[in-house]
């Protein structure tokens, strides 16, 4: 893609020059002309007054027929024959969105011999499951279901597809998006339906949270987003309902997938498994030192627990970065949530606002935390977490 400058037609006002935020824009001989820095964003095309500057057309941008795209997708993220959860939660949101548009939704599930999880697929809402299955697609590579993913939306034109803000769905979601020429929106916080529109509306946070913005797609298809796990909640599941099993015969072969799986290794994840978590004691800069850090450890160990930490106390290096809560760490969902000396900050909350009920020790009683939290202790962490021990404690000897 290229921006056009019509020679003829430009008058040398520079006005590109100035309008263009990457520096890219210069005059020879009284004309504009474009550098290597040149990014085609479009900036100079709204800003000539004369209208000799385009945009050169290309596959992406060409008025694409938007009525033959229906339906909503979630890509069905397994791992050792399992669903992970946020393509259960994405399932239960997706339901929501076809049901306002009055569409179907289907699961996309990729694998070997995985035709038995379609089951939970349905359960979880899903009218229809798009089965690709071989041995190349036993374990997730980025060439194998980037060019999968690519061919069946080619094929069958969904609407809107949402993909799990994993690892995995992180890599996939960007990739498949640029090969059909359409936007995504990374890490979104809410899905709706714009009422204007009728487009999805993705909210996620922008300029470091501080706001949310609202992003629509108009102009291609599919409309893309990933959302992060326990963002929502996961669907009571129905065994009772059924679906249609599309089975698609994959083009790729395997000599076509660059990388080989070798080996799955479990890297400390049992020990910090905050998106299953049930419970959570997170620990915040109010904790003071290292050593204080204990308190947290010993109160999550009471309660069958696992540690959180906010970014300052992960930045303080009193917990590695795997433990962080927030808009930059994990978005969690558990039962319980405990922050202790954690202020409350717009990014922490981010990651944490979900959780079933919040519980807040902080000293300052008019730290932001309390106005998210259900009970809140004002005090010291270092007087109230050695009594709540102890009580529990108590009461899981009784
Ligand atoms: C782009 C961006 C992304 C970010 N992502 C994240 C993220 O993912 N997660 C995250 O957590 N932050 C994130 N942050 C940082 C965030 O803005 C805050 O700086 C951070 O959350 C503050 O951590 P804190 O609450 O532990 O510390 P502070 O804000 O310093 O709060 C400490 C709290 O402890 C209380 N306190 C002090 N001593 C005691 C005591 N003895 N007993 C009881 N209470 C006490 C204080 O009253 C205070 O409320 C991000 C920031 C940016 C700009």
């Given at each position: 893609m290229a921006v056009i400058i019509n020679k003829e037609e430009c008058i040398g006002c520079s006005a590109c020059i100035n309008s263009c935020p990457f520096g890219a824009m210069v005059m020879e001989a009284d004309k504009a002309c474009t550098t290597d820095a040149c990014t085609v964003c479009g900036a100079c095309v709204d800003a000539c007054p004369v209208g000799a500057i385009t945009k050169e057309a290309t596959e992406s941008s060409v008025k694409i027929d938007k009525d033959a795209y229906k339906d909503v997708w979630v890509f069905i993220e397994h791992v050792e024959g399992e669903i992970r959860n946020v393509s259960h939660e994405l399932l239960g949101e997706g339901r929501k969105?076809?049901?306002?548009k009055g569409q179907k939704l289907a699961g996309v599930l990729i694998g070997d011999g995985v035709e038995a999880l379609a089951k939970q697929v349905f359960a979880s809402g899903a009218d229809k499951v798009y089965l690709i299955e071989g041995s190349e697609f036993k374990n997730y590579s980025t060439d194998g279901y980037t060019a999968v993913f690519t061919d069946l939306i080619n094929t069958y034109k969904p609407s809107?597809?949402?993909i799990g803000a994993t690892n995995d769905g992180r890599d996939l979601g960007p990739r498949v998006a640029c090969r059909v020429g359409t936007g995504l929106t990374a890490d979104c916080t809410n899905l709706g339906i714009d009422e204007q529109t009728g487009l999805v509306a993705w909210t996620r946070p922008a300029f470091g949270g501080n706001i949310m913005a609202t992003i629509l797609?108009?102009?291609?298809?599919?409309?893309?987003?990933?959302?992060r796990p326990k963002v929502f909640k996961k669907p009571?599941?129905?065994?009772?309902?059924?679906?249609?099993?599309v089975r698609v015969t994959s083009k790729i072969k395997a000599e076509d997938?660059?990388?080989?799986?070798i080996e799955l290794l479990q890297v400390s994840a049992a020990s910090c498994n905050l998106e299953e978590a049930e419970v959570i004691v997170s620990g915040g800069r109010?904790?003071?030192?290292?050593?204080?850090?204990?308190?947290?450890e010993e109160l999550a160990e009471v309660l069958g627990g696992t540690v959180g930490a906010s970014r300052a106390a992960v930045d303080a290096?009193?917990?590695?970065?795997?433990?962080?809560?927030?808009?930059t760490g994990k978005t969690v969902g558990p039962k319980i949530y405990i922050a202790c000396g954690i202020s409350g900050a717009i990014q922490h909350i981010a990651g944490m606002s979900s959780s079933d009920i919040i519980i807040a020790i902080n000293k300052d009683a008019d730290a932001p935390i309390?106005?998210?939290a259900d009970y809140g202790i004002v005090g010291d962490v270092t007087e109230v977490l050695p009594v709540m021990i102890t009580e529990f404690k108590k009461l899981r000897q009784a």
């Open positions: 969105l076809a049901d306002a809107v597809i949402l797609c108009p102009e291609h298809r599919p409309q893309m987003g990933t959302v009571v599941q129905d065994f009772n309902r059924t679906g249609e099993i997938i660059r990388t080989k799986f109010g904790m003071c030192k290292l050593e204080n850090f204990q308190l947290i290096g009193w917990k590695p970065a795997l433990h962080q809560v927030g808009q309390f106005k998210v």
